[in-house]
């Protein structure tokens, strides 16, 4: 059984069918907005917090609306990932309220919190060498091995899945002039792209990506999708190299991909904390550094971003922590 993405650029109406699918098994999140951090950055901001899902990101999303499409078509095999952390828990998660086994493929550089997330969602982790092709390789074993892929991002129901994320969030506030999320393997900015662009064609879609990681925007201004590249990022969620079907929906319906800087991604996560109370992962707080490193994109604008995730060890960043109460 070999492991390949699928071909088939997912349309509208199979996103709306992923949430009609998964929308009683995952949390419809929030989306908040500070009027102080309006003014701060020159916009209105309306934050989709997909880091207040049960396994505190997003990634419950496409794995619940992958192992239900299993489900339907009378596969009951159990499951095998790779994942740098939020994706391998939420893969074991739905497998788990689905009664299977998932097993997890994780980079041996793993962040310690993000691997006790998968375990505690009952999944089994396989470490490896932290690069692309180790992640790969090690899925591959497993598959052979019989276990069915669900994979992290390149995926026809993965990309569904996540992209109802922007379907929430454009039915709360169809009024938005751009959307903005984090692009790691695309899953995410892909299926939320497609989303958005039927709701109101006219929104301008961007992606945030770290300088250090940013294989996305080596692709796009190449014309081909980069496959080899070593990622030196703290925004561990987004250290992945872009899917091949993200990257064709990337291509075709996302303006840009700004990159960012890690005291850009530093300067995120302390605007979020100043502000909301809230602390998120690196990755998620690409979203606000591009705001505050490209200011000119975003002025005057009304401005959706995701969360994607909040499975960070406040004591990795000791200068961050949760707002008490009153405090300014």
Known sequence: MQLEAADAQPEFDDILA???????HVRHTPVINDPQLDATLGCQLFCKCE???????????GAMNA?????EQGITSDLATHSSGNHGAAVAAAARQDGRRAVVVMPENSLEAKVHNVRRFGGEVVFCKA?????????????DQGLVAVHPYDQHEII??????ALELLEEHPELDILLAPVGGGGLIAGCAIAARHLRPEIRVLAAEPEGAADTAESLRRGERVTE???????????????RLPFQIIQQQVEAVLTVSENSILAGMELVWRHFGMLIEPSSATVIA???QYPENFSGCKVGVIF??????PLTFPELKPREPGQP
């Open 67 to 71: 192992v239900l499409s299993l489900r």
């Open 229 to 243: 590249w070593k990622p030196d990022t703290m925004a561990d969620g987004l250290r992945a190299i872009v899917g």
């Open 308 to 313: 994607t995730g909040g499975n960070v060890d």
């Open 18 to 24: 992923a949430y009609h699918r998964i929308h009683q």
């Open 51 to 61: 880091n207040q899902q049960e396994i505190g990101a997003f990634k419950i999303r």
């Open 290 to 292: 591009a705001m505050v």
């Open 131 to 143: 690069n692309q092709q180790a992640r790969e390789s090690g899925l591959q074993t497993l598959v």
């Open 160 to 165: 569904c899945g996540q992209g109802t994320a």
